[in-house]
């Protein structure tokens, strides 16, 4: 026999719940109105823009020593009288123009380091939580007169959320720009080589959905700036390609002297009869030096060309790996002298400029980037040898300013540095190229091109 149940309505539900339901009613309803009205008001007083100047927050969750393009927009934006904070790890001294400047302050953030050698995800876990901590605490301290936020990427692993968080429940009035130096998840899939791997398909989501956040994307190519338009569907209006551009630390000298007297070049023999070539790197994977070693290897067989004298600066994760690959190829010290160097950064720009070659082993791993090293070769104007990619005739014009390894291979470096370092007519034309680039500086470069959208925001 099927029992039929009388419907009774809600009274009976009424009747037996007691006063919780309606404050759990009540706490449902008032939910909005605490997100979007009594969380912001709690977090932020409101600004007088009575009179105040524009202030900006930059972050670099890198060594600010060694991220001259942020501390270029740095300087750029205290020009424009905004008040700047530059925020990152400090782990060696930034410009003294960045130091001395009074609009700018420095705030640092502890770098996390793997002391305790734990896997890959769980330390990058416990990364982003101690970095989560330090961003909320800087956002928070300046919450009262930020109107711009900027952050590099990369990483944007995890501050873009931060920032993003901090925009929506502590001040819609803040502006972000994210400043485009490569892709997040291109670099991170360059530990797992697999493009649908899990994570990294859900950073490249990360980037793409959270990006839409930003009221300007600042790019440094223009197949970056394609890119962002056409696979993360960003509003053109709201992306702008800014070139990197050497700045004015870094000037051509036609004088050895310097690099003559300095310790990188003690023990050498008849140093003047060396050619000098000179490159910068982080000794990341995404740079190939056993590509230049082995072309220096087959350099040494060549009877007919100068002595090379290789000069490396930089430091990074695979840098003991580099030093042993120089001393299994037992270069001919009268043929081929390999030198390190962790250079400050006044010294950097005066070692650059008497080199008579620069080289960059930087493929990126996105293919849309360029690399910062190029811009400060042309700047002291010094003609450089690159592997090819995608971007990089948007820097480097091939027989003009540098000559490009179509096939990035070892024999076609050591032919470039052949011909360069035995035509000194073409080395000459490959300098004059270099010299025209240097005189495209980054001051006046950020003036045309950024300083309209800032000057009445």
Same mark, same amino acid.
């Given at each position: 026999?099927?029992?039929?149940?009388?419907?009774?309505? =809600?009274?009976?539900?009424?009747?037996?719940?007691?006063?919780?339901?309606?404050?759990?009613?009540a706490i449902y309803v008032s939910l909005?109105?605490?997100?979007?009205?009594?969380?912001?008001?709690?977090?932020? &007083? $409101?600004?007088?823009?009575?009179?105040?100047?524009?202030?900006?927050?930059?972050?670099?969750? +890198?060594?600010? /020593?060694?991220?001259?393009?942020?501390?270029?927009?740095?300087?750029?934006?205290?020009?424009?009288?905004?008040?700047?904070?530059?925020?990152?790890? %400090?782990?060696?001294?930034?410009?003294?123009k960045i130091v001395d400047d009074i609009n700018i302050e420095i705030?640092?953030?502890?770098?996390? &380091?793997?002391?305790?050698?734990?896997? =890959?995800?769980?330390?990058?876990?416990?990364?982003?939580?101690?970095?989560?901590?330090?961003?909320?605490?800087?956002?928070?301290?300046?919450?009262?007169?930020?109107? #711009?936020?900027?952050?590099?990427?990369?990483?944007?692993?995890?501050?873009?959320?931060?920032?993003?968080?901090?925009?929506?429940?502590?001040?819609?009035?803040?502006?972000?720009? @994210?400043?485009?130096?490569?892709?997040?998840?291109? @670099?991170?899939? *360059?530990? #797992?080589?697999?493009?649908?791997?899990?994570? %990294?398909?859900?950073?490249?989501?990360?980037?793409? =959905?959270?990006?839409?956040?930003?009221?300007?994307?600042?790019?440094?190519?223009?197949?970056? $700036?394609?890119?962002?338009?056409?696979?993360? !569907?960003?509003?053109?209006?709201?992306?702008?390609?800014?070139?990197?551009?050497?700045?004015?630390?870094?000037?051509?000298?036609?004088?050895?002297?310097?690099?003559?007297?300095?310790?990188?070049?003690? +023990?050498?023999?008849?140093?003047?009869?060396? $050619?000098?070539?000179?490159?910068?790197?982080?000794?990341?994977?995404?740079?190939?030096?056993?590509?230049?070693?082995?072309?220096?290897?087959?350099?040494? $067989?060549?009877?007919?060309?100068?002595?090379?004298?290789?000069?490396?600066?930089?430091? /990074?994760?695979?840098?003991?790996?580099?030093?042993?690959?120089?001393?299994?190829?037992? =270069?001919?010290?009268? &043929? %081929?002298?390999?030198?390190?160097?962790?250079?400050?950064?006044?010294?950097?720009?005066? @070692?650059?400029?008497?080199?008579?070659?620069? @080289?960059?082993?930087?493929?990126?791993?996105?293919?849309?980037?360029?690399? *910062?090293?190029? %811009?400060?070769?042309?700047?002291?104007?010094?003609?450089?040898?690159?592997?090819?990619?995608?971007?990089?005739?948007?820097?480097?014009?091939?027989?003009?300013? +540098?000559?490009?390894?179509?096939?990035?291979?070892?024999?076609?470096?050591?032919?470039?540095?052949? !011909?360069?370092?035995?035509?000194?007519?073409?080395?000459?034309?490959?300098? *004059? +190229?270099?010299?025209?680039?240097?005189?495209?500086?980054?001051?006046?470069?950020?003036?045309?091109?950024?300083?309209?959208?800032?000057?009445?925001?």
């Amino acid at each position: 026999m099927v029992e039929i149940i009388k419907y009774q309505g =809600f009274d009976h539900i009424w009747q037996y719940s007691g006063p919780w339901l309606y404050y759990l009613l009540a706490i449902y309803v008032s939910l909005p109105v605490l997100a979007y009205k009594v969380l912001p008001y709690l977090f932020l &007083k $409101k600004r007088s823009h009575h009179n105040r100047r524009k202030s900006v927050l930059i972050f670099v969750l +890198g060594d600010l /020593g060694h991220s001259p393009r942020m501390c270029y927009h740095a300087l750029s934006f205290s020009q424009l009288e905004y008040n700047v904070n530059l925020c990152g790890y %400090v782990e060696t001294r930034p410009l003294d123009k960045i130091v001395d400047d009074i609009n700018i302050e420095i705030t640092p953030i502890e770098v996390v &380091k793997n002391s305790e050698n734990l896997p =890959f995800v769980l330390f990058a876990a416990k990364k982003i939580i101690l970095q989560v901590s330090q961003v909320a605490r800087i956002l928070y301290k300046y919450r009262d007169d930020t109107d #711009f936020v900027m952050i590099q990427n990369p990483p944007s692993i995890p501050i873009l959320l931060v920032v993003i968080f901090f925009k929506i429940l502590a001040d819609r009035q803040l502006k972000i720009i @994210i400043d485009w130096h490569n892709l997040n998840y291109t @670099i991170l899939n *360059m530990r #797992f080589q697999n493009f649908n791997n899990w994570l %990294v398909r859900w950073a490249r989501a990360y980037e793409k =959905f959270l990006a839409r956040f930003a009221s300007l994307n600042i790019t440094v190519t223009k197949k970056m $700036k394609s890119f962002l338009v056409e696979e993360f !569907q960003l509003d053109k209006g709201k992306v702008t390609t800014l070139y990197d551009k050497p700045g004015p630390q870094f000037q051509p000298v036609n004088d050895k002297k310097i690099l003559y007297s300095h310790e990188l070049v003690q +023990g050498i023999d008849n140093i003047e009869h060396y $050619k000098v070539l000179v490159s910068a790197t982080s000794f990341t994977p995404d740079e190939d030096f056993s590509i230049l070693l082995n072309a220096l290897k087959l350099y040494e $067989k060549e009877t007919k060309s100068p002595p090379v004298l290789l000069i490396v600066t930089g430091k /990074g994760p695979l840098k003991t790996d580099f030093l042993q690959m120089v001393e299994n190829l037992k =270069f001919s010290p009268s &043929k %081929v002298v390999v030198r390190t160097a962790w250079l400050t950064s006044e010294e950097y720009p005066k @070692i650059l400029a008497s080199a008579d070659l620069g @080289i960059s082993l930087h493929t990126s791993s996105s293919g849309i980037d360029l690399p *910062m090293k190029i %811009v400060d070769f042309f700047g002291c104007g010094i003609p450089v040898v690159s592997l090819n990619f995608p971007a990089i005739d948007e820097l480097v014009k091939d027989g003009e300013n +540098g000559l490009v390894a179509e096939n990035s291979t070892s024999d076609e470096v050591c032919s470039l540095l052949t !011909q360069a370092f035995t035509d000194d007519k073409l080395l000459k034309h490959l300098k *004059m +190229g270099a010299i025209d680039e240097s005189k495209s500086r980054w001051n006046e470069n950020w003036i045309r091109v950024l300083q309209p959208k800032f000057e009445n925001s």
